[in-house]
């Protein structure tokens, strides 16, 4: 999972560095990342750590949050 993240960034500042190749390139890598096991594992795990703390904000804040 860690290395999809350098993975990206290095990508990223690969990408911008090249140009409109280069961005072409960023795209087609942030694709496959999208697509990766590794990427819904972490969106998974995030929304299942996350819900119930926005829940708990949401009943705190009567939902103004």
Avoid: Y
């Amino acid at each position: 999972m860690v290395e999809v993240l350098i993975g990206f960034a290095a990508g990223f500042l690969v990408g911008t560095r090249e140009g409109r190749d280069g961005v072409a390139k960023l795209r087609s890598s942030v694709a496959t990342i999208r697509g990766s096991g590794d990427a819904k594992l972490l969106v998974g795990e995030a929304a299942t750590v996350l819900a119930p703390i926005m829940r708990e904000v949401a009943r705190a804040t009567g939902g103004r949050a």
